[in-house]
Structure formats: C-alpha cells, structure tokens
C-alpha cells in the first residue's frame, strides 16, 4: 500500500520539522525558514482522496513523487520548508496540478469581441465583450420595427368590374369602377352612372411631411400617413390640404375663396383640382349615390376588405368595388376614413365626408388638415353637381 507508506512518512517529517523548530527562536521560527504547514496539508489531503490500493492513475504518480520528495529531504526541514513556499509562489505544487485548487478557474459571461443589445424602458443598450465581461458601449433610442399590414384583400370583394387608368403625368396605374342605377322618375326611365377610381389618388411632384411649415404653390405637395412613403404607394394614397386637393394656392386654407382673387375657382361646378385632365375631385352627390340608399348608410358597400376592423360589423362587402381604406392602420385612424369635398363651409373650413364602420357622415374640417381624394371621370357622368 504505497500510499498509507507515503502519507505516514510524510507526517513523521512535518513532526520532525515541527520539534525542531520549536527549539529556535521566536524570531527564527517567523522566518522563511519555517515550514508550510498548510501546503503539506493540502497534499496530504489530496493523497488522502485520490489514491486507492494499488492505484496507477496519472494523479496518483504525481502526488506520490511528491511525497518522494519530501521524504528524501526530511533530513533538511528548512530546505523543504523553502521549496514549498516556492511551489506555492509559482502555483506549481503537486495539489494544484493535481486539480484540487480552484484559483486557476477564471468565470467568464462572455468571450471577447462578442456584441449584444437589450431594450428597456423605450431605450437599447449596446454592448461589448472584454477581458470575458460585458460592457456597456451606448445607449440610444428604440425605434419599434413597423409591421405593414396585409394589403392582398384590398380590393376582394363580389364585386369583379374592375377597369384600369393610367395617370400620364407620373403612369401611376388606379383601378377603377362604375356607378350605374336605372331608375323610373316624372313618368320616364333615369340613369345615374359614372366612373370613379377605386383607390385614393397618390399624384405629387413633392412629398412632404408633418414638420412642413413653408409650402411651394408652384408644386403639387402631398403627405403620406405617418409620414411613411409606403402608405402613399401601398392603396391609402396622398394626403393633402384643402387648397391642394382643390388646385389652389396655399393661402386659400385661410381666406374664402371670394375674398381673395388667387382663390380663382367656382365651387359649383366640377373642379378638377389635382385630378389628371378629364377628371374631377369626388362631389358630395357622388358619394351619396356610393355610400347610401334611399337617404341611409349602405357604407358596407364601399369598404375595402382590408385594414379595417371587422370584429365590430360583419356585413361588409365592398359590392360596389370603392375599396374604401380608413386613414391608416393604427387606431384612432383605423377607424374613419375622410375625404375632402369640393365646397367650402367657410374661410378656414373645407366640405369634407367621414365614413366609419357603419356610418356616412358629411361635415366639415380645418383647411389646414390633410385627407385623401377620390377622382370621377368627367365623361359619362350623368350625375349632376
């Protein structure tokens, strides 16, 4: 049993070493000297732990050459006592190769040159590994990534008479439909029709956006919802002022248009505003023929199938293909769709009509607002104004 040899000798030269200096000085036994107890403990503990009867296991050779070593310098307590202090020194004894000491293990959150970010409380915190521990490099704002609504059932409906328009001045392509209705009246047979787009007009040479505060009369400005350009392009269309929709200088949103002669135009009649040539801005008798029947709210016949929230009605049907989109897809907004009207209510209020899930409403609102338009062709528009 080599080991139970190896660990009484080994105690026999710490006792040894022990007595002998205890017959030195108080001051002699504090020097470099003495021998370290604590060392030979440690060893002989791990003796004690990994070795077994008849054991050839790396581990085990190496604490027995230890213990070889001290036993051949037993007769020498002082030159012992130096080594161990020494191994020690160098983390090199027989216990720490041997695994039994934890100072070599380092815990590490990370490796070095690793990246990461943690959104809190509407910030990002950007971060970097060094030396195994994360630090934090910046903090900036989080922006929510937009998810983009579902655009494929904008136009799904019963409702398949779809006709195309091609709009030269930038080849925007708009779907379009007819409004038609045969009708007997006074004794004779009565027919309304005419040609509306099916989507909202997105014609402009500037976009701007909600911090614009000097216009360019001698351009057709727009505003796209949350001033995203993707909402223009994707069926909610241009957004513009009063005066803009209705081809007018900046200056009408805030005067009558009889009270200043750059106001030049007669809402009577039909104004073209900026619809292409051969067509006109959707007229409040229009859209009552769209949106209701006999006086009530046939707003289920116009609204698109999109966007909308359909929880709260479930007729809707889009029958007559106007494929009406609210004014964005974030509440309020997804629930009202408004279009300007060409008429004014008075010098700084324009004509304008809200259709919600169930209702069709005419009213009025600051010039100053941005609403999308409809375009009707002029020819064969029997409707009158």
């Given amino acids: 049993m080599k080991c139970v040899k190896g660990l009484g000798f080994l105690w026999v030269a710490v006792f040894a070493a022990f007595f002998a200096l205890s017959a030195c000085d108080d001051s002699s036994s504090a020097s470099s000297n003495g021998p370290d107890e604590n060392a030979a403990v440690d060893s002989s503990s791990s003796i004690c732990k990994d070795c077994e009867d008849g054991d050839g296991s790396s581990s085990s050779k190496k604490i027995e050459s230890s213990d070889n070593q001290s036993k051949d310098s037993s007769s020498d307590a002082k030159s012992n006592s130096s080594s161990s202090k020494k191994e020690n020194t160098n983390n090199s004894s027989s216990s720490q190769k041997a695994g039994s000491s934890s100072s070599e293990f380092v815990f ?15 910030k990002i915190y950007y971060n970097s590994c060094k030396n195994g521990q994360w630090n934090q490099d910046s903090i900036g704002e989080y922006v929510k990534p937009k998810v983009y609504p579902n655009m494929d059932s904008v136009f799904g409906s019963e409702f398949k008479a779809y006709g195309t328009y091609k709009d030269l001045r930038d080849n925007n392509v708009y779907k379009t439909t007819k409004y ?43 505003r796209c919802y949350k001033d995203d350009p993707w909402y ?97 897809d974030e509440y309020p907004s997804n629930q009202l769709a408004s279009f300007w009207l060409p008429k004014e209510a008075s010098e700084t209020s324009g004509g304008s009509i809200h259709l919600a899930l169930k209702d069709v409403e005419i009213g009025k609102d600051m010039k100053i607002g941005f609403f999308n338009i409809r375009c009707v062709q002029d020819e064969g528009d029997t409707v009158l104004r």
């Fill in 108 to 122: 590490k959150l990370c490796e070095d040159g690793d990246t990461s970010s943690i959104v809190l409380a509407g």
């Fill in 180 to 222: 038609y209705e045969k009708f007997q009246q006074n004794g004779g047979t009565v027919i309304d029709s005419f040609t509306v787009m099916a989507q909202n007009l997105n014609y402009a040479e500037i976009m701007i956006d909600s911090t614009t505060t000097v216009f360019d009369d001698s351009k057709v400005e727009k």
């Fill in 232 to 328: 223009c392009d994707n069926y909610f269309g241009a957004r513009y002022t009063w005066s803009e929709a209705m081809g007018l200088p900046k200056v009408c949103d805030s005067v009558g248009v009889e009270e200043n002669p750059k106001c030049n135009i007669d809402l009577s009649k039909k104004v073209q505003g900026v619809c292409p040539t051969g067509w006109h801005v959707m007229t409040e008798t229009e859209w009552k023929h769209m949106a209701t029947s006999n006086g009530y709210s046939a707003v289920w016949s116009v609204l698109s199938k999109a966007v909308w929230n359909y929880e709260l009605v479930s007729e809707v049907q889009n029958s007559r293909g106007l494929s009406v989109l609210p004014k964005g």
